[in-house]
């Protein structure tokens, strides 16, 4: 099982960046593809990137794309998540995921899954 930890979280106003790092221990990362959720307060979890085991396939939910940009360093067995032009609606926790082999972006198909690290965008 591979163990995960998120950083990176905070405040930020509307307009804004930040940049989420999952650090991953227990296993190297290059035999996982991760997957990037959020949850918003009284909403479900729903998916916002995820990223092949190489990093050279990326996907992405609708309401990020343009804005936002996962990427990878196996050799640093971490994963990170470039937000930008953050909106009010990007509040939420944000929790990275890691899939033995194949990519998904559902996230039942996960297995490891980090703590979770609080993004708040005031407007």
């Known amino acids: 099982q591979v163990q995960l930890v998120e950083s990176g979280g905070g405040l930020v106003q509307a307009g804004g960046s930040l940049r989420l790092s999952c650090a991953a221990s227990?296993?190297?990362?290059?035999?996982?593809?991760m997957g990037w959720f959020r949850q918003a307060p009284g909403k479900e979890r729903e998916f916002v990137a995820a990223?092949?085991?190489?990093?050279?396939?990326?996907y992405y939910a609708d309401s990020v794309k343009g804005r936002f940009t996962a990427s990878r360093d196996n050799t640093k067995n971490t994963v990170y998540l470039q937000m930008t032009s953050l909106r009010p609606e990007d509040t939420a926790v944000y929790y990275c995921?890691?899939?033995?082999?194949?990519?998904?972006?559902?996230?039942?198909?996960?297995?490891?899954w980090g703590q979770g690290t609080q993004v708040t965008v005031s407007s």
């Open positions: 995921a890691a899939k033995f082999l194949v990519v998904s972006t559902t996230a039942a198909n996960f297995g490891s």
């Open positions: 227990g296993r190297t990362l290059n035999s996982y593809a």
């Open positions: 990223i092949s085991r190489n990093g050279d396939n990326t």
